[in-house]
């Protein structure tokens, strides 16, 4: 570990629940943020992907973690966090529980996990446009491989994930009660 551990809090939940703006929110607190999905986004551009999809981050993230141990994306945004000496880092995007014991052996890590209905996240899918275009059964179709169902130890587990956070946040509402909430969990940590 670092000489002097970070403070890392970490964001998991579903897709679409809003774990990209709370750690937009954190960015705010003078947190770094980082993507787990980044490093997949990267390789799969390098591979000469023009569009990125879902399904394409399920696969490319189901097969490091298979060839390269569950912990894999956790282990490259540790990496990442001591090349830059980062000191308050807000991680997104924990689709596996191995990633949470990497990041659990920094004694300043907390783990966030956004709760959402369903239907709401479809429905803020469906205003952000990104990514794939999705109807109500293809979100259902990675929503659930997303959350677990039918995936191994190596898979996605975001069902897991989410069971696993030490705070947990609802987010049915909108960004200003998101924001604070976020700031609640930030200020509970920091005066711990």
């Known amino acids: 570990m670092l000489k002097n551990d ?3 809090i970490g964001i ?4 679409g629940s809003g774990k990209s703006t709370a750690a937009e929110i954190l960015e705010s607190f003078g947190f770094i943020k980082i993507s787990l999905a ?3 986004e990267e390789e799969l551009k390098n591979q000469g992907r023009k569009e990125i999809f879902r399904r394409s981050l399920q696969d490319l993230g189901n097969k490091w973690r298979k060839e390269c141990g569950p912990g894999i994306l956790a282990k490259k945004a540790i990496a990442l966090i001591k090349e830059k000496r980062l000191q308050k880092v807000a991680i997104e995007g924990f689709r596996n529980n191995a990633e949470i014991e990497e990041l659990r052996k920094f004694k300043n890590f907390k783990l966030i996990g956004i709760v959402v209905n369903r239907k709401v996240r479809f429905e803020r899918l469906q205003e952000l446009n990104r990514r794939e275009k999705l109807n109500w059964e293809l ?3 990675l929503d659930s491989r997303d959350l677990g169902i039918g995936e191994g130890r190596g898979g996605l587990q975001v069902a897991i994930c989410l069971a ?8 049915n509402c909108g960004l200003k009660e998101l924001k604070n909430k976020i700031t609640d969990a930030v200020n509970e940590k920091t005066h711990e």
Do not use: C, Q, Y
């Open 38 to 40: 980044w490093f997949l």
């Open 6 to 8: 970070p403070l890392i």
């Open 164 to 171: 696993l956070s030490d705070i947990f946040i609802e987010n």
């Open 139 to 141: 979100f259902n179709k």
């Open 12 to 15: 998991t939940g579903a897709f």
